[in-house]
């Protein structure tokens, strides 16, 4: 049996180290909004290491050749817990087609579940979807005479985020809206990977500025930078 991943001081590793932790059926967690934010280095590697029947949660599904739906348009998730994948039509055609199972959550009450797994509850109150098909199969509870549902907090095996610098503990900054739900994200995996675009010494960074104290990340990989068209340009 292999000797599970070590904890580091230092976690600047190779990208093929840090690969270790995605295999074929984990759960694997992805910050990032329509491409933006997603970690576009680990997403090749993930596409270079056929990595297969993965459970995808993050907000969406990307576009067919940008973020995340890189991923979901070659097949490689069996099951993706998402607030919508309206950019992505291959993600549309998998679900239609019996190939992907999708679970669709609000999407302020999919971040709000991600939150909650961060923090170690088990899950959310909220009447978003009271008396919709959002209520089948959940439980509803009454709390001073107003009815919710409950909502299961998510957790991954693996969650992956995109920042724009690090330093060598896992501190993270994020730039502008690429930040978005990475933050949540980087709580709630049992390994976090973090790629980034810089990586600096401990004690070199704006503790003002830090948003992802390095006790949530496990590994530190460089970038490579984006390397796919953004729909709208």
């Not at 920042?163 to 994020?174: E, M, Q, V």
Request: hydrophobic letters at 40%; proline letters at 5%.
């Amino acid at each position: 049996m292999q000797a599970p991943p070590q904890r580091l001081i230092n976690k600047v590793v190779p990208i093929e180290e840090a690969m270790a932790f995605i295999e074929d059926g984990c759960t694997l967690m992805f910050g990032g909004f329509g491409g933006v934010g997603n970690p576009p280095t680990l997403i090749n590697e993930i596409i270079r290491k056929d990595v297969k029947e993965l459970t995808l949660i993050g907000n969406d599904t990307g576009f067919p050749d940008i973020g995340i739906g890189r991923i979901v348009s070659r097949g490689m998730a069996k099951k993706i817990i998402v607030s919508h994948i309206g950019s992505n039509p291959i993600a549309g055609k998998l679900m239609m087609e019996g190939k992907m199972e999708v679970e669709f959550s609000p999407q302020g009450t999919l971040v709000e579940r991600i939150r909650a797994g961060g923090a170690g509850l088990g899950g959310i109150l909220t009447d978003v979807g009271l008396d919709s098909m959002v209520e089948e199969g959940k439980q509803k509870i009454t709390v001073a005479g107003k009815d919710y549902l409950v909502e299961t907090a998510l957790t991954a095996d693996v969650s992956i985020v995109y920042a724009k610098k690090a330093d060598t503990f896992g501190n993270l900054i994020y730039e502008t809206s690429a930040r978005n739900t990475n933050p949540l994200v980087a709580m709630a995996g049992k390994w976090t990977i973090a790629e980034v675009d810089e990586i600096v010494e401990v004690g070199k960074l704006n503790p003002e500025e830090i948003i992802t104290p390095g006790i949530y990340v496990d590994r530190v990989v460089k970038s490579k930078g984006v390397d796919w068209k953004w729909a709208w340009e």
